[in-house]
C-alpha cells in the first residue's frame, strides 16, 4: 500500500473490512450456539447447554434420511460432474475445436441462469423422461450446477501446464491415454480436486432445484433444513447448520491437503 | 545476432564429420514436402535427405519454417503434401508415439512431477521393458551424463545446464533412430552452451547417433555439424559442410546470413576456364574463380570473407585496390579496419603484427582469386 494514505482514508477502509467480514461471519456465528441450546425455542438467551438437537437429527427419521439424501446425492453430483467438467475442459482446450466459445459458454450457463428457470425447466422435461422423483433426477440436476465449477477450475490448471510436456510424452513413445494417464492428469490433479470440492459444497447447498425435482424420497438436508423452518422452527435447524459447516470445512481442510500434496509433488521441497 | 566468425579449420581432421565422407545414404527422406497454415505456406516443396549418423543443421532466420520442419519429422504437424520416409518406409501417417524419435525441446519439457530418474525411466517404461533393466539402463545413461548425484531432484531444483542435460538424456535413453533438437541451448548463458556444444558433439561421435538440430545461431551449427542446410522462407538455399557454407555459399543469401563478408556487383567478362575476369560496376577488375557456370556477360556478385582482404603497400597481387582506410577498430585477436576507394567500401580483419594502419592512409586491398566466391544475383 502506498504510503500517502491520509489517516482517516486508513481508518475508512478499516471500518469497512471489518464490517464486510462481520456480515459475512455474523449469520454463521449466530447460528451455531443454538445448536447447542436445550430450550426448544430456535431463540436466545441460551437457557441450558445440551445436546438434545444433534440427538434429535439421529432419531428422527425426516432429519436422518435428508442427511443420508445429502450425502448420497451430494457424492454423485460430485463424481458426475468432477468426470464430466474435467473431459470438458480437455475437449474445449483445442482451439480447432469449431464453437469451442459458444460451447464453453454454453456449459457455464447454470452459474447465470437463474435457479428457478432451470428447475421449472428440469421438472417438465424430467416429466417426460420419467426422471422425476428419482434419485438419478437430483444427482443429474445437482451435476448440471456443479460442471461450471470444475470447468473454471480445471481449464486453470490446463492453462497453466505447460503444452509441450504432452509433445514431449508422446516423442517417448506414450500413446494419448498414456499421456492422459501419466501426464496430463497429475499434473491438472489440483485444479480437479479444487473444482470437486467446490461441486459438493454447491450440492449441499442447492435448494431451488431440487425443491422442483426430487420428491420425498429424495429430500436433502438443506431442502429439509428450508421446510422445517416455514413448519415448525426447531433448534435441530441449528444442530443441521452446525453438520453441515464442519462437514464443509472438513472436507476443504482435506481437499486443501490433497491439493498442496499433489502441488508439492510438482514443485521442488 | 551477428556473432564475428573464426573461420572453420580448412583440415577436416578430428572433426566430428569424419562419419559422412563418400555418398550419402539416405536414412531419412523428405520428398517433396509442403507445409501450409491457412494461406501461408510455411515451407515450399522441401527435399531434404538426412544420412544415418550424421550431424545434420537447419539453420535460418526466425520464422524460416525450421520448428515446423522438425515437428513434422517428429509427428505433430502433419505435413499438407509430401512423403516422409524412415528407411524407405513412409512415417508421415504414423502418430508421433510410434515414430521412434527423441525430441528435445527448447524449453526441455521435463515433467515436472517426476524425478530425474523418473523422467529418463519414462520412454523405457512406455516400451515395456522390464523394471531391472529400465533401472539399469536408467543408471548407465544418467551416470554418461555425470547426474548420478541428483536423479532423486525433481525438475525444478535443477540448473539449466543439468536440465538440458536430463533433457537430453531422455531422448537418447531409449535408442531412438534419430534425435531432433529444436534450438536445445538457446536458453543457456554462452559459457555454458559452448561447454554442451563440445559435449554434444562427443556424444554424437561416441555413440553414432543421427541428430538433425535445429538453430539460429550460425556460429553453433559451424562448429557442430556435418552438413548445414541454410533455410530461408522455407525453402533450402543451400545444404553442405560448414566448410563449404562459409567459403563457398552458393547464393546472396547465405553469404550474408552466415558470418560477414563483402559484396561487390558486376559482370562476367572473359573467361578463362574456370579462371574468370569480373568487371564491377563501381569500375575496377577482380579476377575470381567460378565454381558455378556463369556465361559471358552474365551479371555476378563476388563475395570476398573480411579475414581474406589483405592491405599492402604495393599491387602486386592478382587482386589489388587502391583505398583509403576509413577507420581501425581494436578487436583484440584482430583489427578491424573499414576501407574505401575505387568506388567500393569494404570491410577487413587484419592481423595485429603486420603494420598499423593511420586513419586515412593509402594502401592496395588485396585478395586471392581463389578465396572469393562468385553468385549469382
Ligand atoms: N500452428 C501454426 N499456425 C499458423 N502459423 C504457424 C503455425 N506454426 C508456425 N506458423 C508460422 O510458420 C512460420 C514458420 O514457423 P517456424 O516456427 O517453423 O519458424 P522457425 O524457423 O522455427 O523460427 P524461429 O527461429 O523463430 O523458431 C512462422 O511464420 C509462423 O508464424
Ligand atoms: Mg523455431
Redesign the pocket.
Known amino acids: 500500500m502506498s504510503g500517502q494514505t491520509s489517516p482517516i482514508l486508513r481508518i475508512a477502509q478499516i471500518v469497512f473490512g471489518v464490517a464486510v467480514v462481520f456480515f459475512l461471519l455474523a449469520p454463521i456465528v449466530a447460528i451455531l450456539p443454538l445448536a447447542f441450546n436445550s430450550s426448544v425455542f430456535l431463540n436466545y438467551p441460551i437457557e441450558s447447554f445440551s445436546s438434545r438437537w444433534f440427538g434429535e437429527l439421529q432419531s428422527n427419521d425426516m432429519w436422518r434420511r435428508s442427511i443420508v439424501n445429502s450425502l448420497i446425492i451430494g457424492s454423485g453430483a460430485t463424481i458426475v460432474a468432477t468426470v464430466l467438467g474435467t473431459l470438458a475442459a480437455l475437449g474445449l482446450r483445442s482451439s480447432q475445436l469449431p464453437f469451442a466459445s459458444a460451447i464453453r459458454t454454453t456449459f457455464l450457463m447454470p452459474m447465470v441462469v437463474p435457479a428457478v428457470v432451470l428447475g421449472v425447466g428440469m421438472q417438465m422435461l424430467y416429466g417426460r423422461l420419467g426422471l422425476a422423483n428419482s434419485y438419478l433426477g437430483v444427482v443429474v440436476a445437482h451435476a448440471v450446477l456443479c460442471i461450471p465449477f470444475v470447468l473454471v477450475s480445471v481449464s486453470g490448471s490446463l492453462n497453466a501446464m505447460d503444452p509441450w510436456l504432452e509433445r514431449a510424452a508422446s516423442s517417448l513413445g506414450a500413446s494419448p491415454t498414456r499421456v492422459f494417464r501419466r501426464i496430463t492428469m497429475p499434473i491438472i490433479m489440483p485444479g480437479i480436486l479444487t473444482g470437486a470440492v467446490f461441486a459438493f459444497a454447491t450440492s449441499l447447498d442447492e435448494v431451488v432445484l431440487t425443491l422442483f425435482v426430487a420428491g420425498p424420497n429424495q429430500r436433502t438436508l438443506a431442502r429439509q433444513m428450508f421446510a422445517s423452518i416455514r413448519e415448525n422452527i426447531s433448534p435441530a435447524v441449528a444442530a443441521a447448520a452446525f453438520l453441515m459447516i464442519v462437514g464443509t470445512l472438513c472436507i476443504a481442510g482435506l481437499v486443501g491437503f490433497l491439493r498442496w500434496r499433489s502441488q508439492k509433488a510438482l514443485k521442488p521441497a | 545476432m551477428r556473432v564475428p566468425l573464426v573461420p572453420p579449420p580448412a583440415s577436416a581432421v578430428g572433426r566430428v564429420n569424419a562419419c559422412c565422407e563418400g555418398p550419402l545414404s539416405a536414412f531419412i527422406n523428405l520428398e517433396r514436402i509442403s507445409k501450409s ?2 494461406t ?1 505456406k ?2 515450399d516443396d522441401l527435399d531434404l535427405e538426412i544420412a544415418k549418423g550424421e550431424f545434420l543443421s537447419l539453420l ?12 513434422m519429422l517428429a509427428g505433430f ?1 502433419e505435413p499438407s503434401s509430401g512423403a516422409i520416409t524412415l528407411e524407405g518406409k513412409r512415417i508421415d501417417h504414423l502418430p508421433a508415439h510410434r515414430r521412434n524419435m527423441g525430441v528435445v525441446f527448447q524449453n526441455y519439457a521435463l515433467f515436472p512431477h517426476m524425478t530425474v530418474a523418473e523422467n529418463v525411466a519414462f520412454p523405457l517404461v512406455m516400451r515395456g521393458v522390464s523394471k531391472t533393466e529400465a533401472a539399469e539402463r536408467v543408471a548407465r545413461a544418467i551416470d554418461m551424463v555425470q547426474l548420478t548425484h541428483i536423479k532423486d531432484r525433481k525438475p525444478a531444483q535443477l540448473s539449466g545446464g543439468q536440465q538440458q542435460r536430463v533433457a537430453l538424456t531422455r531422448a537418447l535413453v531409449f535408442e531412438p533412430n534419430v534425435v531432433l533438437m ?2 536445445p541451448l538457446g536458453a543457456l548463458d554462452k559459457q555454458l552452451r559452448e561447454h554442451m556444444q563440445l559435449e554434444l558433439r562427443e556424444l554424437h561421435r561416441r555413440l553414432g547417433l543421427t541428430i538433425v538440430f ?1 538453430t ?1 545461431d550460425q556460429g553453433e551449427a559451424l562448429t557442430m555439424s556435418n552438413r548445414i542446410a541454410v ?1 530461408n522462407a ?1 525453402q533450402i538455399e543451400q545444404l553442405a559442410s560448414p566448410e563449404a557454407i562459409y567459403d563457398h555459399p552458393e547464393t546472396r543469401f547465405v553469404a550474408e546470413f552466415i558470418g560477414e563478408t563483402n559484396m561487390f556487383a558486376g559482370k562476367v567478362e572473359a573467361r578463362d576456364g574456370a579462371r574468370t575476369k569480373i568487371r564491377l560496376d563501381a569500375g575496377p577488375m577482380v579476377e575470381a574463380y567460378l565454381t558455378t557456370e556463369f556465361a559471358s556477360g552474365a551479371a555476378a556478385l563476388v563475395s570476398v570473407r573480411p579475414e581474406r582482404v589483405g592491405l599492402s603497400e604495393t599491387s602486386n597481387a592478382a587482386n589489388a585496390m587502391p583505398v583509403k582506410v576509413l577507420d581501425t577498430v581494436y578487436q583484440g585477436d584482430h583489427m578491424r579496419v573499414r576501407l574505401a576507394g575505387s568506388g567500393v567500401e569494404m570491410v577487413a580483419k587484419v592481423d595485429r603484427k603486420t603494420r598499423a594502419w593511420a586513419v586515412g592512409a593509402e594502401a592496395f586491398a588485396t585478395f586471392n582469386p581463389d578465396e572469393c566466391t562468385v553468385i549469382a544475383p
Do not use: A
Open positions: 497454415f491457412g501461408f510455411v515451407v535460418g532466420p526466425s520464422g524460416s519454417g525450421k520448428t515446423t520442419i522438425l515437428m504437424v529444436d534450438e535445429v539460429h533455410f522455407g
